[in-house]
């Protein structure tokens, strides 16, 4: 909705962008007939993905056209508003938003206006969102918002959204969470009610808030030990309802990755069912290249644990999706694959990882992957694995059926 004085008028559906939730500024329809807002999609594909966010189905070309018909429809509606609406965020001078942001200090009971008047503003341009790090007390202004008591999640969706948009730009993050952690734990909280309970628009924000702010060890641990953050992170990339859509998972794996580096974060997230969810999020033919990257990168992760490895070994199809993957994703994807194998094959000689890597013909893939342009390290496992299954004798290499047979690792 957008407000009109005292009354809020309905947003036509087809006047939003899909990724954003949010009016198109400049509708572009990519080949599968879906319209985006141009910044929204160009992000999307700058991320590595090579699918419709919408449908999912695969791109076979990543450009796009403008939506022109759309794009004077959006005007003609914008033009039929009253002209006492609020203006649009391009004429609002930089000595209102100033006004705007001692509004949100000052009287919390009117932040919500405020607050989106801001990020109107911070979404016109890159000049504007770098004007509004510079501004000085933005920062501390909207942790304070966050730190505040109120039943109004609203508000807080907002005050996420602000930092979200601006954080990229901010240098500081440190300082930032030194910040942050002044306010004895409100802002995590307040963080965590917008992701048990705020659209999922401000959810995607608050993960991509909280990526942004796990800087450094102390600031993820701090963040993962908040109770209830990592289950809200694992429900946003669970693919099993309709909340689970491709920036979703994205934004909740980042996040995931990012603090996830302790050893008993990584212990956790496997007994919340880490494993099976990333298995299923390997299975989906709609997932993109970033998020089977990420998927791989977290099992990763977790293969560097006992548990870790456990989970992923029991799995009965973990090991084969993983092999799946290879030589079919990425070089990215690929190293992380053959990291996962290398976790549970040698460190772990998990004599079921070893069948399953076999059977799924992991050998061929491997044997190609040494010939390839792969890092040292990552040709060094390759190696170790190669020489277990001839350790194995009776079955694995002296008796597999493959055509790679001009290959000799040894």
């Known amino acids: 909705m957008v407000k009109n004085d005292d009354l809020y008028i309905t947003v036509p559906s087809f006047f939003k962008c899909p990724i954003s939730l949010d009016v198109m500024k400049s509708p572009v329809s990519l080949s599968t007939g879906v319209t985006y807002d141009r910044s929204s999609i160009q992000q999307w594909l700058d991320s590595g993905n090579n699918t419709?966010?919408?449908?999912?189905?695969?791109?076979?070309?990543?450009?796009f056209v403008p939506n022109?018909?759309?794009?004077?429809?959006?005007?003609?509606?914008?033009?039929?508003?009253?002209?006492?609406?609020?203006?649009?965020?391009?004429?609002?001078?930089?000595?209102?938003?100033?006004?705007?942001?001692?509004?949100?200090?000052?009287?919390?009971?009117?932040?919500?206006?405020?607050?989106?008047?801001?990020?109107?503003?911070?979404?016109?341009?890159?000049?504007?969102?770098?004007?509004?790090?510079?501004?000085?007390g933005i920062i501390p202004i909207i942790v304070g918002v966050l730190s505040n008591e109120t039943e109004d999640t609203s508000i807080f969706e907002q005050a996420v959204r602000v930092l979200e948009l601006i954080l990229p730009d901010y240098g500081d993050k440190e300082q930032l969470m030194r910040l942050i952690l002044k306010g004895d734990g409100d802002f995590l909280s307040s963080?965590?009610?917008?992701?048990?309970?705020?659209?999922?628009?401000?959810?995607?924000?608050?993960?991509?808030?909280?990526?942004?702010?796990?800087?450094?060890?102390?600031?993820?641990?701090?963040?993962?030990?908040?109770?209830?953050v990592l289950e809200e992170l694992m429900r946003l990339v669970i693919p099993v309802t309709d909340d689970s859509t491709a920036p979703a998972i994205d934004a909740g794996l980042s996040c995931l990755i990012a603090v996830s580096m302790p050893r008993r974060i990584r212990l956790q997230i496997v007994r919340f069912g880490a494993v099976q969810v990333l298995v299923k999020l390997l299975q989906r033919p709609d997932s993109g290249v970033s998020v089977i990257e990420k998927v791989l990168k977290l099992l990763e992760m977790v293969s560097t644990c006992t548990e870790g490895r456990t989970a992923i070994c029991d799995d009965p199809i973990c090991v084969t999706a993983i092999v799946h993957k290879m030589l079919k994703v990425s070089k990215e994807a690929t190293e992380h694959a053959v990291m996962i194998l290398w976790s549970v094959c040698h460190l772990f000689r998990d004599q079921n990882a070893q069948e399953a890597v076999t059977k799924s013909n992991g050998l061929t893939k491997i044997l190609l992957l040494m010939q390839s342009n792969c890092s040292p390290a990552v040709r060094q496992m390759s190696g170790d694995l190669l020489k277990i299954f001839r350790v194995n004798s009776k079955s694995c290499l002296s008796c597999y059926d493959t055509k790679t047979t001009h290959i000799m690792p040894f």
């Not at 919408?54 to 990543?62: C, G, H, I, R, V």
């Not at 005007?75 to 609002?92: A, N, R, T, Y």
């Not at 509004?103 to 919500?112: P, R, S």
């Open 191 to 228: 963080i965590l009610l917008v992701l048990q309970k705020g659209s999922l628009d401000s959810r995607i924000a608050s993960a991509r808030l909280l990526n942004a702010i796990a800087v450094n060890p102390e600031c993820k641990l701090i963040i993962a030990e908040k109770e209830g």
């Open 68 to 136: 022109h018909n759309l794009h004077r429809l959006i005007q003609i509606w914008s033009d039929s508003l009253s002209p006492s609406s609020s203006p649009p965020s391009s004429v609002f001078s930089r000595d209102q938003i100033r006004d705007l942001i001692n509004t949100v200090h000052l009287k919390l009971d009117h932040g919500f206006d405020s607050l989106s008047k801001i990020i109107d503003f911070a979404r016109e341009s890159d000049d504007n969102r770098k004007f509004l790090v510079e501004t000085d």
């Open 52 to 63: 419709c966010p919408a449908t999912m189905q695969p791109l076979p070309s990543k450009d």
